[in-house]
């Protein structure tokens, strides 16, 4: 069973003070490990995806690394709209689900 | 694009009743997924469809739980008999998995707004 664990549970930053967020997994062949912001109230947002180790990709003040064990969400200079829950989500095999973790609650402070 | 919809946002019920929740995929979305998030399990995937065919239902709690998709544009989810402990918010999500025009596969789902659903 494809298991997916994000750490910490929840961030606070001071604005500007850069951070990273961790997510690993377990999965047998892993086909894509996804990104997602979440506000409250809100459905989920994506934003990336990672197919193989070494793979990074970056979107304004966000960078998202994958390993062959795990992803980390970087931070750079978070201001206070990057507050959000960011969740990680893997796909394995021919399978289109995404199995999610429990996602990193991260509240930024200006 | 309008992105996902999905009717009703919120929904308060009594125990007992039956709930239907509605949801419209991005146009040309060959894939749909039901989604229920709550704090105590997170988001979990409860039944996809390809191609308006049924694939995996194995999240579904119990029989209680049912889903249909009698066309590409629309899905229902129902609950019958509700129960209290079906509160969470209920999102439906959609992905396009093959350009055939660009050759390139995609695998993001994109989410709708999502149902607050209460039970009393």
């Known amino acids: 069973e494809d298991q997916v664990t994000q750490s910490p549970e929840a961030l606070r930053l001071q604005e500007g003070e850069s951070s990273s967020l961790n997510c690993s997994y377990t999965v047998s062949g892993l086909r894509g490990l996804f990104w997602y912001r979440q506000d409250p109230g809100k459905g989920p947002e994506f934003l990336f995806t990672?197919?193989?180790a070494g793979e990074e990709k970056e979107k304004e003040r966000l960078k998202a690394t994958l390993t062959k064990k795990e992803s980390f969400l970087h931070i750079t200079a978070p201001k206070p709209e990057d507050s959000a829950t960011y969740l990680c989500?893997?796909?394995?095999?021919?399978?289109?689900?995404?199995?999610f973790g429990a996602g990193t609650t991260v509240t930024v402070r200006a | 694009d309008a992105g996902v919809i999905q009717s009703p946002r919120h929904e308060v019920t009594e125990m007992g009743q039956e709930v239907t929740l509605r949801c419209k995929p991005i146009s040309g979305h060959d894939y749909l997924f039901w989604y229920r998030q709550t704090m105590m399990r997170g988001l979990e995937l409860l039944i996809y469809f390809n191609n308006n065919v049924p694939i995996d239902d194995s999240g579904m709690p119990e029989d209680r739980f049912s889903a249909k998709m009698p066309n590409a544009s629309f899905s229902t989810l129902k609950i019958q008999p509700s129960e209290p402990r079906d509160s969470a918010v209920y999102f439906c999500?959609?992905?396009?998995?093959?350009?055939?025009?660009?050759?390139?596969?995609?695998?993001?789902?994109?989410f709708g707004p999502g149902t607050r659903l209460t039970v009393l």
């Open positions: 989500a893997v796909q394995a095999g021919n399978d289109y689900k995404l199995s």
């Open positions: 990672l197919y193989s």
């Open positions: 999500a959609s992905s396009f998995s093959w350009d055939e025009s660009l050759k390139l596969s995609y695998n993001e789902q994109f």
